[in-house]
């Protein structure tokens, strides 16, 4: 059994190299992240107990000492866990913030980037086979040297690997952004939370759609789709500058200071 304690937790959360708040504007791409060792959320991922190796044993461990450090912060403040409760239960909302959000333009249309995107990969399954036996032709005519032909594939791979990835982040982050725009009595700061929300959807969509333009270059036979993909992604990051105005200008911690 571990013997680490809440206190080594909240030890481990104090590291004064971590970048407050860094985590909550990131796409979680750690594997091409340049801060991950300014990351509370990275060290979290990373922390294991000196027993065990079973990464099941250690993320009990995490959430068993998070549970515990939570109670501790309850009450240093003087409070139990019933009056925090029943202060998140005094004033329901008298809309539903979900409900909200499922209906705003930006999740339907991030929706909507979703399908065609699904749509995309259903419908021209094994066109990336059908460029590798290209690019073999166009080798064994010397057309195309071996520099050539690597340098092409990486750059789709890389394509594939940025909208493979960003596909989901786009709705699940702009959904987020619009759930908390439909919150009552926000604070300064949730408020700044969902402009940063906006901020990363904004930037997943500028990486989305030079992605997208670099598999439109290399696969021209392609051109109509991709640019309906295209014509969707610029149409949802019009919308977003236009609901969130404050999106861009958001400075989020670490990245853009």
């Known amino acids: 059994m571990s013997h680490q304690t809440s206190k080594d937790f909240l030890k481990l959360l104090k590291n004064p190299d971590f970048i407050d708040g860094i985590y909550n504007y990131c796409d979680s791409w750690c594997e091409r992240c340049g801060f991950t060792e300014k990351c509370m959320n990275f060290a979290m991922r990373k922390y ?33 866990r019933e ?3 029943n202060q998140a239960d005094a004033q329901p ?37 059908g460029k590798g036996v290209e690019f073999q032709n166009e080798l064994n005519k010397g057309a195309l040297s071996v520099e050539e032909a690597e340098e092409a594939l990486s750059q789709i791979e890389d394509a594939f690997e940025v909208i493979n990835w960003y596909q989901s982040l786009i709705y699940i982050k702009i959904r987020n952004a ?50 309906e993909i295209l014509l969707q992604l610029e149409k949802l990051r019009q919308y977003i500058e236009k609901d969130f105005p404050n999106a861009r200008k958001f400075v989020r911690p670490g990245f853009d200071k």
């Open 178 to 227: 619009c759930q908390l725009f439909f919150e009552e009595n926000l604070s300064d700061f949730m408020t700044d939370f969902y402009n940063g929300k906006a901020k990363l959807t904004l930037i997943s969509i500028d990486r989305s759609i030079a992605a997208w333009l670099v598999l439109q270059v290399h696969f021209p036979e392609k051109v109509n789709k991709i640019t």
């Open 93 to 129: 909302p008298t809309r539903d913030p979900h409900q909200e959000a499922d209906k705003h333009r930006n999740v339907i249309n991030a929706r909507e980037y979703t399908r065609l995107y699904g749509s995309f990969l259903r419908e021209e399954q094994g066109f990336m086979k």
């Open 83 to 85: 009056e925090v409760v």
């Open 48 to 80: 294991k107990t000196p027993d065990y190796d079973d990464p099941g044993d250690s993320l009990s461990d995490v959430f068993r000492q998070t549970t515990d450090l939570i109670k501790q912060v309850i009450e240093d403040k003087g409070l139990n």
